[in-house]
Every structure is written in C-alpha cells, then in structure tokens.
C-alpha cells in the first residue's frame, strides 16, 4: 500500500517537473540588446569618420570624436 502511495507521488512529480513548471525567463536576451561600449571596441568620429579605441576617443553630447581637433570643428 504504501509501495503504491509513493509511486503514485513521484509519477506525479515527474508530471509537475516535466510538463507544467514553467521554465525562469532569461533577461540575457534584454541585457543584449542594450549593449553598451567595451574598453576595446570602436567608434567612428562624428566629425571625420575616422574609427577609434573608445578609450582613446573624446565624448561629447552622445557623440564621439577622434582627436580635440575634430571636437573644435564642431562647436
């Protein structure tokens, strides 16, 4: 009796794990697209189109500049 009882309990959560528990959603997806800049990616110069080292390049109003040169062109 008890035999039964206990398979009875573990066909059912075998049910529950397999067939109706809903898996977590995965936020990698979002934080993907919003992906910001790395210390070793590239950004092109508004004014010049010139690619450069983010960490090398100047910013200002959203904008990347390559050079002070390319900022005073600017403003």
Do not use: W
């Amino acid at each position: 009796m008890i035999m039964k009882l206990l398979l009875i309990i573990a066909v059912v959560g075998i049910i529950y794990f397999f067939f109706i528990k809903k898996k977590p959603i995965q936020r990698d997806k979002e934080e993907s697209t919003k992906k910001k800049p790395e210390a070793n990616d590239l950004v092109e110069c508004a004014t010049c189109g010139v690619y450069s080292d983010i960490g090398e390049s100047l910013l200002s109003n959203g904008k990347y500049y390559c050079s002070k040169e390319c900022l005073q062109k600017v403003s």
